[in-house]
């Protein structure tokens, strides 16, 4: 199974971008699900997730701006990106925590990252 992430680019401060994430086939279970992000020279930061029921957690520089969501139907994670920044700028990770198979355990999968650059 693989996460294939997509919807990254350059935007302008201000603007928006929504980033897709889904498995490459069905699988038995999906946990939680989440988007991470890299900066170069720094460390992988979580910046938001949520469960199976619709939780939803996000990192403090995030919150009001970004919407973390997701189509259980499709196994599929998705994060709006509003009123962007700037330090914004990273490559995110999409994570889920799946069940490939009934007798399998659960799993921490990645996607292959998706670029996000804010810059005028």
């Known amino acids: 199974v693989q996460l294939q992430a997509s919807g990254g680019g350059l935007v302008q401060p201000g603007g928006s971008l929504r980033l897709s994430c889904a498995a490459s086939r069905r699988v038995f279970s999906i946990a939680a699900m989440g988007w991470y992000r890299q900066a170069p020279g720094k460390r992988r930061e979580l910046v938001a997730d949520?469960?199976?029921?619709?939780?939803?957690n996000y990192v403090d520089s995030v919150k009001g701006r970004f919407t973390i969501s997701r189509d259980n139907a499709k196994n599929t994670v998705y994060l709006q990106m509003n009123s962007l920044k700037p330090e914004d700028t990273a490559v995110y990770y999409c994570?889920?925590?799946?069940?490939?198979?009934?007798?399998?355990?659960?799993?921490?999968?990645w996607g292959q990252g998706t670029q996000v650059t804010v810059s005028s």
């Open positions: 949520i469960t199976g029921s619709g939780t939803t």
């Open positions: 994570n889920a925590r799946m069940k490939a198979y009934y007798w399998s355990d659960y799993d921490d999968y």
